[in-house]
């Protein structure tokens, strides 16, 4: 399973940072560091489809949208089981839910997949 802590998300002005984390169970992590399972975050906007914003593997390659290259970075810590996903120079077309995931690799948009509860990211102009 995954947790996300839903104060970590809110509103920031464009241009602005935010970092969210995503605890995993330790059975979870594990097949993650043992290559069973990729990790990474997707996010959905009012009106849209879910969509993968960045993917991690157990070798530490990563996946990122075109959308949020430079600006996102998807970073670990084994020792807290977490993942995380600083977000700079926001801008309002990031306003979206956002939620982490662990499953097969490589990562897709799966209903097998843990999923975190979802985080709310609001950008304003």
């Known amino acids: 399973q995954v947790q996300q802590a839903e104060s970590e998300g809110g509103l920031v002005q464009a241009g602005g940072s935010l970092r969210l984390s995503c605890a995993a169970s330790?059975?979870?992590?594990?097949?993650?560091?043992?290559?069973?399972?990729?990790m990474g975050w997707f996010r959905q906007a009012p009106g849209k489809e879910r969509e993968g914003v960045v993917a991690?593997?157990?070798?530490?390659?990563?996946r990122y949208a075109d959308s949020v290259k430079g600006r996102f970075t998807i970073s670990q810590d084994n020792a807290k089981n977490t993942l995380y996903l600083q977000m700079n120079s926001l801008k309002p077309e990031d306003t979206a839910m956002y939620y982490c995931?662990?499953?097969?690799?490589?990562?897709?948009?799966?209903?097998?997949?843990?999923w975190g509860q979802g985080t709310q990211v609001t950008v304003s102009s």
């Open positions: 991690i593997d157990s070798d530490g390659s990563t």
């Open positions: 995931a662990a499953g097969h690799c490589p990562l897709s948009d799966d209903e097998f997949n843990y």
């Open positions: 330790p059975d979870t992590y594990s097949a993650y560091t043992l290559g069973g399972y990729c």
